[in-house]
């Protein structure tokens, strides 16, 4: 079994830096990548970035050269340095840790970090 932990989230202003991470622990096979998601009230979860083992992160194209994400893999931890945040941006952030194991991916989920963006 796979536990995934979201943390680092809060208030900020606009404008401002938020780091957020989320860390995984427990039965951890192969991992294949570690996605981070975002969901503001009454609206759909939208994806923000994936992130490789070897660093390698795709992003949403509205967080390109503001999100920075960034991943520690002895200590099974992946962190999200948000800068320049929008109020918009205002939502419950994920993370969701791809996982091989067996001959199948898993997806594990953790409860998630709320991050608030207002003045």
């Known amino acids: 079994q796979v536990q995934v932990v979201e943390s680092g989230g809060g208030l900020v202003q606009p404008g401002g830096s938020l780091r957020v991470s989320c860390a995984a622990s427990g039965s951890i096979g192969k991992i294949m990548a570690i996605r981070w998601y975002r969901q503001a009230p009454g609206k759909e979860r939208e994806w923000v970035a994936t992130?490789?083992?070897?660093?390698?992160?795709n992003y949403e194209d509205s967080v390109k050269a503001r999100f920075i994400a960034s991943i520690d893999n002895a200590k099974r931890r992946l962190h999200l340095q948000m800068n320049s945040l929008k109020p918009e941006e205002t939502a419950v952030y994920f993370c969701d840790w791809a996982i091989y194991d067996g001959g199948k991916t898993y997806d594990y989920w953790g409860q998630g970090t709320q991050v608030t963006v207002s003045s």
């Open positions: 992130t490789t083992t070897d660093n390698t992160t």
